[in-house]
């Protein structure tokens, strides 16, 4: 439907009836920072559909493929152009303001929700700018090239440091700690994701059944649009704004 940004949707008084928000973001918050989404029109990496980089398997066909993909991703993440924007900050005020629980969770690898404020946050997809350690599992600050024969702190062995992300087949990061918060959240809000990946995109249905209400804030409808109890659909620098106002 046709949404006035005036609407404050989410006013004080309606803050106070709810004690407990998560928030699940995807890549179209961070669209209007300059980071391309994954289904857009533009979706494309030299050619490669995700699934061809975004894959364990492909980090052992092809890892100076993969390295470069996520190299080039995070020199875009750290150039001066890049930043956050008013969605990213109305959440980390919303964050700020809102006296009950509040958890973040983001698909994103970007760090534009740190950069705005956020704190209780969990990147499920993992982060761009760390690397772990395949034999220890532990994690490295990255924030230039990863090469595929960079030597490890922990181990002091070449080739086993790969980008802290979560591929397709892998399991996403925290879930008992995202599933137990789900369940006794009475606010569910949804922002710029397709709703193609699971277990993120079954996040609504968890919400739903924990009793709470369900929002999605997205430039169109979702895959997963018919499971929330309440849209609005536009740019999330506006609709979302207008939404935690
Ligand atoms: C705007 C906007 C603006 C644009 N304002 N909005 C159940 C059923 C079927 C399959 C599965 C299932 N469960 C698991 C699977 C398999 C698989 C999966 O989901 N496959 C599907 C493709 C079907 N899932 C997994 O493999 C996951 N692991 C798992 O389930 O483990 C369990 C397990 C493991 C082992 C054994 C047994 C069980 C892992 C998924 C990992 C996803 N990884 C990626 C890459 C991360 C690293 C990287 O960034 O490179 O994560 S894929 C990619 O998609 C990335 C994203 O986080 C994720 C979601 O994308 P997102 O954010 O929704 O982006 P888009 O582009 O799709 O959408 C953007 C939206 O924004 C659009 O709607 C736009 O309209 C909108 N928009 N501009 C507001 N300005």
New binding site residues.
């Given amino acids: 439907g046709v949404f006035f940004p005036s609407d404050p949707v989410i006013s004080c008084a309606e803050k106070m009836k709810y004690q407990s928000i998560v928030v699940l973001?995807?890549?179209?918050?961070s669209?209007?920072s300059g980071i391309r989404?994954?289904?857009?029109a533009d979706?494309l990496w030299e050619n490669h559909r995700?699934?061809d980089?975004?894959t364990p398997e492909a980090f052992i066909r092809d890892p100076q493929l993969v390295q470069r993909?996520?190299n080039e991703?995070r020199r875009q993440l750290l150039s001066p152009d890049i930043a956050p924007n008013a969605?990213h900050r109305a959440l980390a005020q919303l964050e700020q303001n809102f006296p009950g629980d509040f958890l973040l969770v983001t698909?994103?690898?970007d760090d534009l929700h740190e950069r705005a404020g956020s704190r209780n946050l969990i990147h499920m997809?993992?982060e761009?700018l760390k690397a772990r350690c395949v034999i220890s599992g532990e994690l490295f600050p990255i924030r230039s090239d990863l090469g595929t024969e960079a030597v490890c702190d922990c181990c002091q062995r070449g080739g086993t440091l790969r980008?802290h992300?979560?591929?397709?087949?892998?399991?996403?990061l925290e879930m008992d700690r995202i599933y137990h918060t789900l369940g006794e959240c009475d606010l569910f809000i949804s922002?710029?994701?397709?709703?193609?990946?699971?277990?993120?995109?079954?996040f609504v249905e968890c919400a739903n059944m924990a009793g709470a209400h369900s929002v999605e804030?997205?430039?169109?409808r979702?895959s997963v649009g018919d499971a929330f109890a309440e849209h609005h659909h536009?740019?999330?620098?506006e609709?979302v704004t207008a939404f935690v106002r």
Avoid at 191 to 202: E, I, K, L, Q, R
């Fill in positions: 973001t995807g890549a179209g918050i669209a209007e989404t994954f289904r857009g979706g995700l699934e980089v975004a993909f996520y991703r969605a698909q994103n690898i997809h993992g761009l980008p992300v979560v591929w397709f087949g892998e399991m996403p922002v710029g994701t397709s709703g193609n990946v699971y277990p993120a995109a079954g804030l997205n430039l169109e979702s536009g740019p999330a620098s609709v």
